[in-house]
């Protein structure tokens, strides 16, 4: 069955460092892989899309990269900061076009 | 910036009665959806609607669930008879232009069956 993993423990790390959060997967193919963020009691924002063809993906201080052979794909968040605190979402196509989530992994940034 | 807007925020119903949970997708928005997150879960598929039809349903969606666009501007989701276990997060979506568009979510409704 297709499944998306990411950390379920919850990552906290300080101010000002870089947190790397991981997605990997198994029986997809995917041609893109998205990001999103969801904060409590809110629906998912997207962030990020990064096409099969695309290593890495850049949008000002979050860094995706794509690694189909490994099936993992690693968001970076550069220079974090506490408003960055929330539950950030992986999620893939399935075979029939519905986008599936991950459960997420939670990040906490502490001054 | 245009936003999905979803009604109501809450939802108390008792086992066995229906609901219609209510959205308002993005206005030049072709495809819609419906997920749901039971607290602590992850965010799961229901239903995706294009062109006024289901073009895709999950496990999850049986006969107790249905969808309608009515008027061309709402989209809602019905449950005819629900039980304890359909108390979750529900989260409305639409996308706009091709397939791997990205997914603009309303803020949800919270259901809670007693």
């Known amino acids: 069955s297709q499944k998306i993993e990411q950390n379920s423990e919850a990552l906290n790390i300080q101010e000002g460092k870089t947190a790397t959060l991981t997605c990997n997967y198994t029986n997809y193919s995917p041609a893109y892989l998205q990001w999103y963020r969801q904060d409590p009691g809110r629906g998912p924002v997207f962030l990020l899309l990064?096409?099969?063809?695309?290593k890495e993906k850049r949008k000002e201080r979050l860094k995706v990269t794509f690694d189909t052979t490994l099936k993992q794909s690693l968001f970076h968040i550069t220079a974090s900061q506490p408003a960055d605190s929330a539950t950030y979402l992986c999620?893939?196509?399935?075979?029939?076009?519905?986008?599936?989530f991950g459960k997420g992994t939670s990040l906490l940034v502490t001054p | 910036e245009p936003e999905v807007t979803q009604t109501p925020s809450h939802q108390v119903t008792q086992m066995g009665q229906e609901v219609i949970l209510r959205c308002v997708p993005i206005s030049n928005h072709l495809y819609f959806y419906w997920y749901r997150q039971i607290l602590g879960q992850k965010v799961e598929f229901l239903v995706s609607f294009y062109n006024n039809e289901i073009s895709e349903k999950s496990e999850i969606f049986d006969d107790q669930f249905s969808v309608e666009r009515p008027d061309g501007s709402n989209f809602t989701l019905k449950i005819r008879s629900t039980k304890l276990e359909d108390s979750a997060m529900y989260f409305c979506a639409s996308m706009g232009g091709s397939y791997n568009s990205p997914l603009h979510f309303g803020n949800g409704t919270r259901l809670t069956v007693t």
């Open positions: 999620a893939l196509v399935n075979s029939g076009y519905a986008l599936n």
């Open positions: 990064i096409r099969e063809n695309e």
